[in-house]
């Protein structure tokens, strides 16, 4: 079995119409004595960083309109499954040449990675830009008297940030206060 991954959604059983997949889940490395603890479970279990972003797990059959279950992402405190926040639609590439479809998966995944990076240093530029501008505005207002740290427009930035990105969108901002503002 692949070590790599310590979780499989198993096949047969979705195909023999189970109402959501069985997980063979796996602990490497966990336990003191060094031995694998393996379990086949359908429980739900705390979703991963990977698995908390917007469209994970909605597994299970269609229900009767044709919807899924609701991601673990848009259940709600009660668990009643009433979505809490849409979840964003997943921007679309900029032009379909940028990130090829066809051919070697390798090269397909190579070029994808190329366009991932300078996604990413863009995003670090305007990190950084985003960083001047509000240091600006912090020095601005302590020499004015006031405070470095404004709440209310900070909240403004979690809601701009969730609204755009649902929870984990959150969390995001959050680090990049702290980046501009410290802790
Ligand atoms: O908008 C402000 O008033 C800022 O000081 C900028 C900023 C930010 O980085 O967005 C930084 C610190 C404040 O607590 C709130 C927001």
């Known amino acids: 079995m692949c070590a790599a991954k310590s979780r499989w959604h198993t096949r047969r059983h979705a195909l023999r119409g189970a109402s959501r997949p069985l997980y063979l889940w796996h602990r490497p490395g966990r336990v003191p004595w060094g031995v694998r603890r393996t379990s086949l479970t359908p429980t739900p279990f705390a ?50 040449a940028a990130v090829p479809d066809a051919g070697h998966p390798e ?10 990076d300078e996604l990413d240093g863009r995003i670090i530029a305007l990190i950084r830009e985003r960083m001047a501008v509000s240091a600006h505005v912090q020095r601005t207002r302590l020499a004015a008297g006031g405070r470095r740290v404004h709440l209310a427009r900070e909240m403004e930035i979690l809601r701009h940030y969730r609204e ?8 995001l901002a959050m680090t990049l206060l702290e980046l501009c503002r410290g802790r």
Do not use: C, K, M, Y
């Open 107 to 116: 090269a397909v995944i190579a070029a994808a990675r190329g366009r991932i």
């Open 164 to 171: 755009g990105l649902g929870r984990p969108g959150t969390q």
């Open 47 to 96: 979703p991963r960083a990977h698995e908390r972003r917007p469209g994970a797990f909605a597994w299970g059959r269609p229900r009767r309109d044709g919807s899924r279950r609701p991601s673990v992402t848009t259940r709600n405190a009660t668990g009643t499954g009433t979505p809490a926040t849409p979840e964003p639609e997943p921007a679309a590439p900029a032009s379909p």
